[in-house]
């Protein structure tokens, strides 16, 4: 069936360092992904997405990158700040459209001062 | 602008007691949705409208329904609240499906329900 997981459920970053936050789907439909940040109360917000004919997509801070042939997402975050501390999602749908998103149960990353 | 608000933030109910949770957006978005998020998961999708008077199913409908009267505002209904309806709910919108090259959703501050 389609499922969005993600391989690690907690990361600890130290402030400063990268972070790798990974993302695997099975639906081989979809062509659309998109990573969202959670802070603590408050609702998702949009990081940055990518279409399946790409495989990397830089934003500011972040990178995506998209590997289809072992259906696998990252996010990258360069240089953390104690801002970034957040859980977040990907996401993915078919057709390019926004109608049924489906989300992955989301990693908690902490960045340490 | 005001993005996506959410009315009530939290509200306890007693099993069987109907409620309506309410959202509004102000950015003239086509498109809106209900989701909920169970403790450390993610987010499923209830309902969702694509314009007004036009709503669909999401992946967990059950116990739920909505109306879209207005491009604005777009309410879910708890009819008999049930124990598993305890989460929270965020209500989200967004402009049509591929008309701005994204498929960046606008989510409210969510609405914290508990049913016991």
């Known amino acids: 069936g389609e499922s969005v997981g993600l391989h690690l459920p907690t990361l600890s970053v130290q402030e400063g360092d990268n972070s790798i936050i990974n993302c695997a789907y099975s639906?081989?439909?979809?062509?659309?992904f998109i990573w969202y940040k959670q802070e603590s109360g408050k609702g998702p917000q949009f990081i940055i997405d990518?279409?399946?004919?790409?495989d990397k997509r830089q934003g500011q801070r972040v990178t995506v990158l998209l590997n289809k042939t072992v259906k696998h997402l990252s996010l990258q975050i360069a240089a953390t700040q104690p801002g970034d501390s957040a859980v977040y999602f990907c996401?993915?749908?078919?057709?390019?459209?926004?109608?049924?998103?489906?989300f992955g149960t989301g990693t908690r990353l902490t960045i340490i001062p | 602008n005001a993005g996506v608000t959410q009315t009530p933030k939290f509200r306890i109910l007693k099993i069987g007691q109907s409620m309506t949770l309410q959202c509004a957006q102000d950015?003239?978005?086509?498109?809106m949705y209900w989701y909920r998020q169970d403790p450390g998961m993610g987010l499923k999708l209830i309902y969702y409208?694509?314009?007004?008077?036009?709503?669909d199913k999401g992946e967990v409908p059950n116990g739920y329904n909505v109306s879209r009267s207005t491009t604005e505002d777009f309410p879910l209904r708890l009819e008999l609240a049930a124990p598993s309806q305890t989460s929270v709910y965020f209500c989200?919108?967004?402009?049509?499906?591929?008309?701005?090259?994204?498929?960046?959703?606008?989510f409210g501050e969510g609405s914290r329900l508990t049913v016991l």
């Open positions: 989200a919108s967004s402009y049509s499906a591929g008309a701005r090259g994204t498929g960046e959703l606008f």
């Open positions: 950015m003239n978005h086509n498109y």
């Open positions: 639906n081989s439909a979809s062509d659309y």
């Open positions: 996401a993915e749908n078919k057709n390019f459209g926004n109608e049924k998103l489906t």
């Open positions: 990518i279409r399946s004919n790409m």
């Open positions: 409208s694509v314009g007004a008077g036009i709503t």
